[in-house]
């Protein structure tokens, strides 16, 4: 079993900045790709940015130069950092992994979610 756990988001104004945090627990063996999706009301989940175990990251259009994606392995956590919030950034963030995780016969790949945490920012 694995679990995701994200924490961090709340109302903030423009301009402010706020910074997630997901961390993924349970039988895990390797956390690959970690990234952060949103969903503003009526809208369809998008991604916001994504970091592999190594390599570049990558970054929704709409926030190149405010937001920044990190994470450390030995936490199996991954970190949001949103700056120059504008409202057109609320909606509810999602925390979403790759993970590599330990069964009674051997390992298994498989795709979790946090349960989605709310970012409210007020002009």
């Known amino acids: 079993q694995v679990q995701l756990v994200e924490s961090g988001g709340g109302l903030v104004q423009a301009g402010g900045s706020l910074r997630l945090s997901c961390t993924a627990s349970?039988?895990?063996?390797?956390?690959?790709?970690m990234g952060w999706y949103r969903q503003a009301p009526g809208k369809q989940r998008e991604l916001v940015a994504a970091i592999p175990s190594g390599g570049s990251t990558n970054y929704a259009d709409s926030v190149k130069g405010r937001f920044t994606i990190s994470r450390d392995n030995a936490k199996n956590t991954v970190y949001l950092q949103m700056n120059s919030l504008i409202p057109e950034d609320t909606a509810v963030y999602y925390c979403?992994?790759?993970?590599?995780?330990?069964?009674?016969?051997?390992?298994?790949?498989?795709?979790?979610w946090g349960q989605g945490t709310q970012v409210t920012v007020s002009s």
């Open positions: 979403n992994a790759r993970i590599t995780y330990y069964t009674s016969s051997g390992v298994r790949l498989n795709d979790y």
């Open positions: 349970g039988s895990i063996f390797s956390a690959n790709t």
